[in-house]
């Protein structure tokens, strides 16, 4: 039996005795029986109970829908993070020739990358210091914020085409840049514990993934590599493609 059953039933006995209480019949008159109900200090007695039992499980059910819902957000954003990379990578192997100058580049390493300071989804092609809205359920409100970038160096492009790319992708909640400033907000990924709030993601990213991503469906395309790894990890060695 579900709590508000319970409370309108006892609410129910409670007013049956307020208002048909117990009357003894008199001598001569007819014996008139009324239902019994319960008395004031019995009412008094179950509310309080009552009160002490929600006082004791409201708390629990609080903490454990904050962090359902702080886990399906989570899962969210990584899927928004996953398919950030996948449609990177579909363009890097599909070949061809692209630029990927639609992306934010950084010369550093991605992790050194500043969070967004805010959401513009012109701006988030170019520079990093902006990230992209996304209203996932379409009700015009802005649900996530995506800070997709890349590395941009000489040694990653051939012939033109960029052959090896690092990509990095951060994903906040879009409600962060309202109630915080581009100061206190983290670039590492927040950690799912149980919360009675909006737990570490209303100030770091849900979900941060950082891949590296090479074109590998030419036939110079590991010779490309190689140089790549090369110039990018030991600038004193010279890989010779044969």
Do not use: W
Request: with cysteine; glycine share 6%; proline share 5%.
């Amino acid at each position: 039996m579900s709590v508000h059953v319970l409370i309108e039933k006892i609410v129910k006995l409670c007013l049956r005795s307020i208002t048909h209480p117990f009357v003894p019949s008199e001598k001569g008159k007819p014996k008139v029986t009324f239902e019994k109900g319960l008395t004031l200090i019995e009412c008094l007695v179950a509310i309080a109970v009552i009160a002490s039992t929600i006082g004791v499980i409201a708390p629990v059910t609080i903490l454990a829908v904050a962090t359902r819902v702080q886990n399906q957000r989570a899962e969210q954003a990584i899927h928004i993070a996953q398919s950030e990379i996948d449609r990177v990578r579909l363009t890097v192997e599909r070949g061809g020739s692209y630029t990927l100058d639609n992306l934010a580049s950084t010369t550093g390493p991605l992790q050194a990358v500043l969070p967004p300071e805010d959401l513009d989804s012109v701006a988030a092609s170019t520079t990093t210091t902006s990230a992209r809205p996304i209203d996932i359920n379409n009700d015009g409100n802005d649900d996530f914020a995506v800070q997709l970038f890349r590395t941009h160096r000489d040694e990653d492009v051939v012939d033109g085409t960029p052959v090896a790319v690092e990509l990095g992708v951060r994903v906040y909640k879009a409600r962060s840049f309202n109630d915080f400033k581009a100061s206190q907000l983290g670039t590492d990924e927040a950690s799912l514990t149980m919360t009675d709030g909006e737990g570490e993601g209303s100030t770091r990213p849900l979900a941060v993934l950082y891949t590296t991503i090479v074109q590998s469906d030419r036939p110079d395309s590991l010779c490309d590599f190689y140089r790549y790894n090369s110039t990018a990890f030991d600038a004193s060695t010279t890989v010779a493609c044969q």
